[in-house]
């Protein structure tokens, strides 16, 4: 039982290039969300899926898609990369919506020079 | 929009003395208040939280305090020990899928 798994751990990637971050859970959770974590600005929330089929932007979701590929898998786009978009990002999973806490990945350290 | 206030931003505390962290949220329908902890180039991880109906929750070392009219929650680490240094989160649930706000994070350092 891995939890969330993150890939890659770690990318490096030039201006206007484009990248796909994979994230996977195996506790048969419905709910998953990606994050991004800059410095002093805490977590915030790019895009999450309350359930298999369905996605709901967040509080950052310019220059990002997402695809909920089935229950398991939840991936993370960037089409055109941007500098700002340098960060650390990380997935996440709850089983259902409503008052659980959130399992995290390792994260992947993404920089776009 | 909806927002969690976070402080301090960084916090220093001897061995064995305590160490508070506040929040406030403005959504007044948030009713699910967790706490992470960071580890340098780790994933943050759940230490304690509290649901609305409960004012105080405590897990050894661990309490935390809600105060649901004033809208604000604490954090409160007793005998504090250096293996207790990193950055702790707060967070407040927004909307009905579970939606997250997070502090900007508080720094502990706790210094032997």
């Known amino acids: 039982n891995a939890g969330v798994t993150q890939t890659p751990k770690f990318q490096v990637l030039k201006t206007g290039q484009s990248m796909t971050l994979q994230c996977a859970q195996d506790?048969?959770?419905?709910?998953m969300y990606w994050y991004r974590q800059d410095p002093g600005m805490g977590l915030r929330l790019i895009y999450y899926s309350a359930s298999e089929g369905t996605t709901d932007k967040g509080e950052v979701p310019n220059g990002y898609n997402v695809s909920r590929l089935n229950k398991r898998e939840f991936s993370l786009r960037l089409e055109s990369a941007a500098p700002s978009q340098t960060s650390v990002y990380f997935c996440a999973s709850i089983l259902t919506g409503g008052n659980q806490p959130q399992h995290f990945g390792d994260g992947t350290r993404l920089s776009i020079l | 929009g909806e927002n969690v206030e976070q402080h301090p931003s960084t916090l220093s505390v001897q061995e064995g003395d305590s160490a508070v962290i506040k929040c406030t949220y403005s959504?007044?329908?948030?009713?699910?208040f967790p706490w992470y902890k960071q580890e340098l180039g780790k994933r943050p991880q759940l230490i304690i939280d509290?649901?609305?109906?409960?004012g105080e929750k405590k897990d050894q070392r661990i309490a935390v305090t809600l105060n649901k009219t004033a809208k604000h929650f604490s954090l409160h680490i007793t005998e504090t020990q250096p293996e207790d240094s990193a950055v702790y989160f707060c967070?407040?649930?927004?909307?009905?899928?579970?939606?997250?706000?997070f502090g900007a994070g508080t720094r502990l350092t706790v210094k032997p």
């Open positions: 959504d007044s329908a948030s009713n699910y």
């Open positions: 509290i649901r609305s109906n409960v």
């Open positions: 506790m048969n959770h419905n709910s």
């Open positions: 967070a407040a649930s927004i909307g009905r899928n579970n939606d997250m706000r």
